[in-house]
């Protein structure tokens, strides 16, 4: 079964720093999709950025961008310009294309907070 | 879009009782999740329904929790008999068949089990 692992269960930022999150995940597949979610104390789960595995070029979403690398299963979130509205518990997540793909998988997610 | 909706937002009741919550995915998703989170055991997915099928219900943690799901716009999980230890946040999302299609989470349920 594919698994997602987040090895930093919290890390801080100062306030407009760049900081990067940590994820690997375990598959055979080739194709498949990765995404990021943060939730916020109001414990909204909203979609951060997502990436296909197919793609090369990092997926990009105005400050939060990442590092893929597929051969080594790593999918890294880097968080520019960090503001105290970025705090919350953020998680990663893979999605199959061929088997379950139907399933998501989640890692146990990373609380970052951001000192002013 | 109204996103997905869940009701209700919190919910109390004491150990025995039935409880039951409800989920509304986004108009034109046919895949609908159920998952629950503890600080203990994160992010957990309990089923998952696939036009209105359940495809894997390998989650669901006991015989008190079943699924069901009449139709495409409606969603209910049910605990009966609660226990103490069912006391978590409960998330809906929806979304749709094609791979690249992000989850759509509600805005979870708190049960707290007494």
């Known amino acids: 079964a594919q698994t997602v692992t987040q090895s930093q269960p919290e890390m801080s930022v100062q306030e407009a720093e760049t900081v990067t999150l940590s994820c690997t995940y375990d598959?055979?597949?080739?194709?498949?999709?990765l995404f990021w979610y943060k939730q916020p104390p109001s414990r909204q789960m909203i979609l951060v950025i997502r990436q296909e595995a197919y793609k090369q070029q990092n997926a990009t979403e105005n400050r939060f961008s990442v590092n893929f690398q597929k051969a080594a299963k790593s999918f890294s979130l880097k968080i520019s310009d960090s503001q105290l509205g970025d705090a919350a518990m953020y998680f990663c997540?893979?999605?199959?294309?061929?088997?379950?793909?139907?399933?998501?998988?989640f890692g146990s997610g990373t609380k970052l907070n951001v000192k002013p | 879009d109204a996103g997905v909706i869940q009701s209700p937002r919190h919910e109390v009741t004491e150990m025995g009782q039935e409880v039951t919550l409800r989920c509304k995915p986004i108009?034109?998703?046919?895949?609908l999740f159920w998952y629950r989170q503890t600080m203990m055991r994160g992010l957990e997915l309990l089923i998952y329904?696939?036009?209105?099928?359940?495809?894997?219900d390998s989650g669901m943690p006991e015989d008190r929790f079943s699924a069901k799901m009449p139709n495409a716009s409606f969603s209910t999980l049910k605990i009966q008999p609660s226990e103490p230890r069912d006391s978590a946040v409960y998330f809906c999302?929806?979304?749709?068949?094609?791979?690249?299609?992000?989850?759509?989470f509600g805005n979870g349920t708190r049960l707290t089990v007494t």
């Open positions: 997540a893979y999605r199959g294309h061929l088997y379950n793909f139907n399933k998501f998988y």
């Open positions: 598959t055979s597949e080739s194709d498949y999709y």
């Open positions: 329904f696939n036009n209105n099928v359940p495809i894997d």
């Open positions: 999302a929806s979304g749709n068949s094609s791979y690249n299609s992000p989850l759509h």
């Open positions: 108009s034109g998703h046919n895949s």
